[in-house]
């Protein structure tokens, strides 16, 4: 994938080391989440932000330059997450893990536009970096059918705690069918894994959730 030096970049960080960021992010996610896609979500005039958006969580904001165009939330399963918070129901099968070496992905997403796939494709890979910097074993989500399809033709294996589910209706009145599972970071194909690492290391990252005095990763 041919990706121009320099023309994207992303921050991995909390609300506390980039709070101008980080709320940047909660609007984005209201105009994509619920303007957009017509999610069900309480938001203020600040954006869309929950009881999850907390001390703990990191975020992942990837940007065109100036421009944010995406990213995702990122919360270690050994805190309160959402996927075990809200929709218990969804883990028939097998339980939600409950471990630092977990991490939950939730409100993932990139603008649609000209670029919408080389976003999504810089999504996935920062995703899987993120992973590996903070060396987790799996990545766990709530998501539709759709979004699981999709990771199946990226050659991203997953598996699911339960059977899909319908967990409500969106604005338009269309029922959401949704499956909780997870990626394990093991079980991924080494060629596939190559392949997003090239892509990230496209992509200049900068750390802030490292204590202080420790250097930024750039990738």
Same mark, same amino acid.
């Given at each position: 994938?041919?990706?121009?030096?320099?023309?994207?970049?992303?921050?991995?960080?909390?609300?506390?080391?980039?709070?101008?960021?980080?709320?940047?992010?909660?609007?984005? #996610?209201?105009?994509?989440?619920?303007? #957009?896609?017509?999610?069900?979500?309480?938001?203020?005039?600040?954006?869309?932000?929950?009881?999850?958006?907390?001390?703990?969580?990191?975020?992942?904001?990837?940007?065109?330059?100036?421009?944010?165009?995406?990213?995702?939330?990122?919360?270690?399963?050994?805190?309160?997450?959402?996927?075990?918070?809200?929709?218990?129901? $969804?883990?028939?099968?097998?339980?939600?893990? #409950?471990?630092?070496?977990?991490?939950?992905?939730?409100?993932?997403?990139? $603008?649609?536009?000209?670029?919408?796939?080389?976003?999504?494709?810089?999504?996935?890979?920062?995703?899987?970096?993120?992973?590996?910097?903070?060396?987790?074993?799996?990545?766990?989500?709530?998501?539709?059918?759709?979004?699981?399809?999709?990771?199946?033709? $990226?050659?991203?294996?997953?598996?699911?705690?339960?059977?899909?589910?319908?967990?409500?209706?969106?604005?338009?009145?269309?029922?959401?069918?949704?499956?909780?599972?997870?990626?394990?970071?093991?079980?991924?194909?080494?060629?596939?894994?190559?392949?997003?690492?090239?892509?990230?290391?496209?992509?200049?990252?900068?750390?802030?959730?490292?204590?202080?005095?420790?250097?930024?990763?750039?990738?």
């Amino acid at each position: 994938m041919s990706i121009p030096p320099h023309e994207y970049r992303a921050i991995i960080t909390t609300e506390v080391a980039h709070p101008k960021e980080v709320a940047d992010f909660f609007r984005f #996610r209201k105009w994509l989440f619920i303007d #957009r896609c017509g999610w069900r979500l309480p938001f203020t005039a600040a954006g869309e932000r929950d009881q999850f958006d907390g001390a703990d969580t990191e975020y992942c904001l990837l940007y065109d330059r100036d421009r944010l165009i995406g990213g995702f939330r990122a919360i270690r399963t050994d805190f309160p997450y959402l996927a075990e918070g809200v929709f218990p129901e $969804l883990a028939t099968v097998r339980p939600f893990p #409950r471990t630092p070496l977990a991490w939950e992905i939730s409100r993932f997403g990139v $603008l649609s536009g000209n670029n919408d796939r080389t976003a999504a494709k810089l999504n996935y890979a920062l995703m899987f970096k993120f992973a590996a910097l903070k060396r987790a074993t799996c990545l766990v989500a709530i998501a539709d059918l759709t979004y699981e399809r999709f990771l199946a033709m $990226l050659g991203v294996q997953t598996s699911r705690y339960g059977p899909p589910q319908e967990i409500g209706r969106n604005a338009f009145g269309e029922p959401l069918m949704a499956v909780a599972g997870e990626i394990s970071l093991h079980a991924q194909d080494p060629a596939r894994m190559s392949y997003f690492a090239d892509i990230a290391n496209n992509l200049e990252i900068t750390d802030a959730t490292h204590v202080l005095g420790r250097p930024l990763v750039s990738a």
